[in-house]
């Protein structure tokens, strides 16, 4: 069952004492729009957290397979059996290739979750091989401006011989590591109906979909990325697939506020207020996580 | 039919065709672009989008990023092998196959764009101009839409609204001269779509777009 309805999102996440997304032209300091000072997580961060997410609960099985893998959440050794589905072809009139191109398309969609989400490019000499997902991410800002703190940090061991001998025996490494004392991150999202009867992406998916934005960093902790934590999901579901009010009305009723002094350290210096008497006709505001 | 659309965005990216593997954009939204955010409020096979005016409402402002992206895209061969045969590898390793590739994008961009459809040879009986142009305008006066629309690339989404051309601020008094920039993509021969280039120049903040068929457009 696809879709029958648009929605948008507002996703909150925390970070404490680590580095939320590392910024490969600043040497891995925490991404910051200079601008602003505030941090920014890019859209392609969050979507692998969500892959790897799926892929781990999912145990890398069709219908939800992840295309785009990362090596340590899979068994590569393992060969696939998929279910070659017979598909329809939606019109006769089109010439052979093309159905042909469009099949496999759709097969694609069918078996990864990534790619029904997400969308992929799969071109061929056709143009039918480009899929456009229906989920829409945005880059994740900070609410206020983040500050980079940078540690430096030894290891007690080298890794060389070489090395070894150049410090007679002291075997004493220096490193650093970056990161952010702490940053409220707000992440916009879009979920187009008619993109998703596109790709096939259901109920079932969109619910997964949610389930992954709460858990997913709870599955992702490592050295670099300190506590990083969801704080609030909050879904706007339209009534219609087209949607019933403009996107930036809805951002607009969720404010978030400083209500301590100093620098914030804790979700709880912030306050989330929600205008729901506002809410447009047609609208729903639906909270998966407060 | 004339309509005005103001959009805006934090972000965007119009990638110059020249310099596609580190993202470099154009100063300012091009036709095609525009076209799409049209497209993504309201097209059917009858219709056929036209942009006439772009106004510039912010300064031009940049911003330089570095992402990692893969290097290959899904290999359409080995699907269907896999379909085929019901089992197989597919997937893309992505700590194989990263580069790292660099986007100087826009920041902060605003625009009101004028655009016009033209009904196409496709058009039924039972679709009139009027129609489309009540749909147009009643999706967007609601912010409904087909599918988010974005500038240039999905990661940049934008806001969209029927402007009033009126009332709204005016476009950022600045001439420029933006060079051959794309005009759209002539998609006449689907499986080949070649790309077509225009004189682009900025006056007052505003840029003109000739028509389609006109001499100023080339391939």
Redesign the interface.
């Known amino acids: 069952m696809s879709l029958n309805n648009r929605y948008e999102f507002v996703f909150l996440f925390d970070v404490k004492d680590g580095n939320p997304n590392g910024?490969?032209?600043a040497g891995n300091l925490p991404?910051v729009?200079?601008?602003t000072g505030q941090g920014l997580v890019?859209?392609?961060c969050l979507k692998?957290k969500v892959r790897n997410y799926v892929g781990l609960f999912k145990e890398e099985t069709p219908p939800f397979?992840?295309?785009?893998?990362?090596?340590a959440v899979?068994n590569r050794s393992n060969?696939?059996?998929?279910?070659?589905l017979d598909l329809k072809p939606e019109s006769k009139k089109l010439p052979k290739k093309e159905e042909d191109?469009r099949?496999?398309t759709q097969?694609?969609c069918q078996?990864?979750f990534d790619?029904r989400t997400f969308g992929?490019?799969?071109?061929?000499?056709?143009?039918t091989?480009q899929v456009?997902g229906?989920v829409?991410?945005?880059?994740a800002?900070s609410i206020d401006p983040v500050v980079s703190a940078e540690h430096s940090i030894t290891r007690m061991a080298v890794t060389t011989e070489k090395e070894a001998e150049k410090q007679s025996g002291d075997n004493r490494t220096m490193g650093r590591k970056f990161t952010i004392p702490y940053g409220l991150y707000r992440c916009?999202g879009?979920i187009?109906a008619?993109?998703a009867k596109q790709t096939g992406f259901g109920e079932e998916d969109l619910e997964l979909l949610w389930d992954a934005l709460i858990n997913m960093l709870d599955h992702d902790r490592s050295a670099s990325r300190g506590e990083m934590s969801p704080c609030a999901l909050y879904v706007f579901k339209h009534d219609?697939p087209?949607?019933?009010?403009?996107?930036?009305?809805l951002f607009e009723l969720i404010d978030i506020n400083r209500i301590s002094e100093g620098p914030a350290r804790d979700y709880n210096d912030y306050q989330v207020s929600i205008r729901e008497d506002q809410l447009p006709s047609g609208v729903q505001l639906i909270k998966y996580l407060e | 039919m004339g309509f005005c659309l103001e959009v805006s965005g934090e972000f965007a990216c119009f990638t110059r065709p020249e310099m596609k593997v580190e993202r470099v954009s154009y100063d300012v939204i091009t036709p095609s672009a525009a076209r799409a955010i049209f497209e993504a409020i309201l097209w059917k096979p009858a219709i056929e989008w036209h942009i006439t005016e772009i106004e510039v409402l912010n300064p031009i402002k940049w911003m330089n990023l570095r992402r990692n992206e893969m290097e290959s895209i899904a290999s359409f061969r080995s699907a269907k092998t896999a379909m085929k045969e019901g089992s197989g590898l597919l997937g893309i390793y992505a700590d194989e196959q990263r580069q790292q590739r660099a986007s100087l994008l826009l920041k902060d961009v605003r625009y009101r764009i004028h655009g016009e459809f033209t009904m196409t040879e496709k058009a039924g009986p039972e679709d009139s101009a009027a129609k489309f142009a009540d749909m147009f305008r009643r999706r967007a006066k609601k912010g409904q839409c087909f599918n988010q629309p974005y500038l240039g690339c999905r990661e940049f989404s934008c806001d969209f609204a029927l402007a009033d051309e009126e009332d709204g601020a005016p476009a950022i008094n600045e001439d420029r001269d933006l060079g051959f920039m794309l005009y759209d993509l002539d998609y006449s021969d689907p499986s080949a779509p070649s790309p077509l280039f225009f004189r682009a120049r900025m006056d007052n903040g505003r840029i003109a777009i000739p028509a389609k068929d006109s001499e100023e457009v080339r391939g």
Do not use: C
């Open positions: 910024d490969p032209d991404r729009d200079a601008e890019t859209d392609v692998r397979e992840i295309y785009i893998k990362e090596k899979l060969q696939r059996a998929y279910t070659a191109a099949k496999v097969w694609m078996n990864f790619i992929a490019v799969m071109s061929t000499d056709v143009n091989g456009r229906p829409q991410l945005n880059f800002r916009h879009f187009s008619n993109l219609s087209l949607g019933n009010a403009p996107a930036r009305k």
